[in-house]
């Protein structure tokens, strides 16, 4: 069975500072994974997505790296701003998605 | 225009009742899901369809039947709502078992029984 773990499950920052974000799963046969955001009381957003056969993919201020072999992702966020501040939420595909509890960030002005 | 599309966005009813949350998508995908956001904001998959048939069903009582009457529609309808099924329920949608296949979510339900 999948398990996914995000660490840390909440992150402050002063505005301007580097984000990185940990997720890891437990089964490497995946097709894909992708992270999300979700904004309080909102859906998922879905801000990248890196193949299986990906090490990284890259959006604007965004990088997500991967690891399959190890069972491991990381999403930077540059020079994080106070509109940065959401849960992240990181999920693998097999033949569902499978997700993590989430990363709630805070970005102070 | 909304790709995932989910009606209502709030739903309060009282124990007991049947209630139907409907799910619309507009992106020609072939597979769609339901999942549950639980108070501590962890989301668990309940069930998937593929071209209208059940692929996954994740141990989800059989209170909840979800009815896919084509590959764009997933309705979810629970019968005898019960406290613990007070959560926010997502519905979304891919396309198939593919490596580039990006999951798209609607904007969720938010469930409350009281």
């Not at chain 1, 799963?25 to 193949?51: E, H």
């Not at chain 2, 309808?77 to 007070?86: F, Q, R």
Request: contains cysteine.
């Amino acid at each position: 069975k999948q398990e996914v773990t995000q660490i840390p499950a909440a992150l402050s920052v002063p505005e301007g500072e580097n984000l990185v974000l940990n997720c890891s799963f437990t089964d490497s046969a995946i097709y894909n994974l992708q992270w999300f955001r979700q904004d309080p009381g909102k859906g998922l957003t879905s801000l990248l997505l890196i193949q299986s056969s990906q090490r990284e993919q890259t959006s604007g201020r965004l990088n997500a790296s991967l690891d399959k072999s190890s069972g491991r992702s990381t999403l930077y966020i540059a020079a994080s701003q106070p509109g940065d501040s959401a849960t992240y939420l990181c999920a693998v595909y097999d033949y569902k998605l499978s997700f993590g509890a989430g990363t709630t960030v805070t970005v102070r002005a | 225009d909304t790709a995932v599309s989910q009606t209502p966005k709030y739903l309060v009813t009282q124990m007991g009742n049947d209630k139907s949350i409907k799910c619309e998508q507009n992106l020609g995908h072939d597979t769609m899901y339901w999942y549950k956001q639980d108070s501590k904001k962890f989301l668990k998959i309940m069930f998937s369809y593929n071209n209208k048939e059940l692929i996954i069903n994740e141990t989800v009582p059989n209170r909840f039947s979800p009815k896919s009457p084509d590959k764009a529609h997933l309705n979810l309808h629970i019968n005898s709502l019960e406290l613990g099924d007070s959560a926010v329920y997502f519905c979304a949608s891919s396309q198939g078992h593919l490596p580039d296949t990006e999951a798209f979510f609607g904007q969720g339900t938010r469930l409350t029984v009281v």
